[in-house]
């Protein structure tokens, strides 16, 4: 079963399909609608593919269900969060885990793609449940590793850094290019260099999956992640690991994402007042 058939619910039904081994599988589309126990009976896995401020009424939900849930395996896929925010379900007898693709996802999927193609997969909860991550992370054709519970924001950070910040320098490179003489127009300087290759790959894809979205959709439609999502709470945990742990990088991430919020709110993900509280919680930090 998957709950949140959203952009990335969406894309992870139709390439859990696409694999053979798993082709009866229910969805819950959204929060509004009603949990069909009868389904949840019969799915050995769930996956909640929920924003990150609905998993836990998801959960609750699913605890009202009063069914059985032994012996299941409930995966969320929040990249900021960790896998005992489904640590009621463990109380019940269940497996718990987190699946985080390392990837971006701007549309609902309407067929399959192959975004979970070559991609890595963060996964971190109990021991079983990481062996089952890992196994259908195989069959999607992705690369599973194991992160530390502790380290999960951090990780998190690395991909708002690779692919949602990464769209607001393009838009810093658009609104500078605007102001360049005609003379100087067909100046170029690239400069590229990553110090560390292996790490790199981790979140390779996403930057290409974003870099081909912005050649494609334009800069403010490729714009994903959790300033996009109006998501506070996301955010104020990356500033305080950020504080806690690289605070060199600290005014970097506040000034990219006060530019992201007004990318946001240029796309209409988010209203004006939305956008004030966000910018407002990034200065926030620097005091």
Known sequence: ??????????????????????????????????????????????????????????????????????????HHTSGALKAD??????????????????????????KYSDRFKNIYIALEGDRKAVLQGEKIAHALGAVPF?????????????????????VSHF???????????????????LKIGFNNPSFFDIYKPLILQTLQNVSEKGIKDSLTGPIERNDL????????????????????????GIQTAELALEKGSVNANDAVKMKNLLKSYLK
């Open 171 to 189: 838009k810093l490179i658009n609104d500078i290019s605007r102001k360049i003489s005609p003379k100087n127009a067909n100046k170029k300087i």
């Open 1 to 74: 079963m998957i709950t949140g058939f959203g952009k990335l619910g969406s894309h992870l039904m139709y390439s859990l399909k696409k694999t053979g081994l798993y082709k009866n599988i229910f969805i819950k589309k959204s929060s509004k609608d009603k949990l069909n126990t009868a389904q949840l009976k019969e799915s050995a896995i769930v996956f909640i593919c929920s924003e990150d401020e609905k998993i836990a009424y998801a959960v609750d939900e699913i605890i009202s269900s009063n069914l059985n849930l032994k012996n299941k395996f409930f």
């Open 146 to 166: 194991k992160i530390k519970s502790e380290d999960k924001i951090l990780h998190h950070i690395c991909c708002v850094e690779a692919s949602n910040y990464l």
């Open 233 to 256: 709470k996301t955010v104020k945990l990356h500033l305080a690991a950020i504080k806690e742990n690289i605070p060199g990088i600290l005014l970097h991430y506040i000034v990219m």
């Open 85 to 110: 925010i489904l640590g009621l379900l463990k109380k019940k007898g269940a497996y718990i885990g987190s699946f985080h693709p390392v990837q971006t996802f701007e549309l609902v999927a309407k």
